[in-house]
């Protein structure tokens, strides 16, 4: 059996759960609705205040997609009650950013500013030089994190660029002067 796959989830109080056909899971919580079709062949059951993923066979396919339910439904209880967050961390001399409504702007030492608005059920704020990206989805924070990560990505001989707060940057030594 799959270790993850496995264990209950607990619904904590004030999260409802419903599984309709085809596997499309509804989980409302304080902070949103999250809704998703999970693999037809998974079995989900929800019994009381704890919810259980179970597999029919135990072919390769079946056992990959085990583990993946039960984190997938997971991940939507812990969006919908405490939400997730991304910090980054901008770096360089003249790298700047700032919000302004739903935009946020990046000053990246390019010609031109970049601008990015954030998508639907995302919301992103700015101290200082740290750039905080907040949802209730995993995989849109994430996302969206790695999209502003990827208009200017750290460098190795500087450390100029955006990056993860708890990212290090593989430093590497510049060229030498002749002897």
């Known amino acids: 059996m799959s270790r993850i796959g496995r264990m209950p989830i607990a619904i904590p109080a004030g999260v409802t759960v419903t599984i309709a056909e085809n596997n499309l899971v509804t989980v409302k919580g304080p902070k949103g609705t999250l809704e998703r079709v999970?693999?037809?062949?998974?079995e989900i059951k929800l019994d009381g205040e704890q919810l259980t993923v179970g597999r029919p066979n135990d072919l390769k396919r079946m056992k990959s997609l085990h583990g993946l339910t039960r984190t997938l439904?997971?991940?939507m209880v812990v969006g919908v009650t405490e939400g997730y967050q991304k910090e980054l961390e901008v770096n360089g001399v003249g790298y700047r950013a700032a919000k302004a409504g739903?935009?946020?702007t990046l000053n990246l030492g390019y010609s031109h500013p970049v601008e990015m608005i954030d998508p639907e059920g995302i919301e992103t704020s700015v101290d200082g030089n740290k750039?905080?990206?907040k949802g209730i989805?995993?995989?849109k924070v994430g996302q969206?994190?790695?999209e502003i990560r990827e208009k200017r990505a750290p460098e190795p001989y500087k450390g100029k660029?955006?990056?993860?707060t708890t990212e290090t940057i593989r430093?590497?030594?510049g060229k030498t002067g002749k002897k």
């Open 171 to 173: 430093r590497k030594v």
């Open 161 to 164: 660029g955006i990056k993860y």
């Open 144 to 146: 969206f994190a790695a």
């Open 73 to 75: 439904i997971n991940n």
């Open 38 to 42: 999970l693999p037809g062949e998974m």
């Open 137 to 139: 989805d995993k995989e």
């Open 131 to 133: 750039i905080i990206v």
């Open 102 to 104: 739903n935009k946020l």
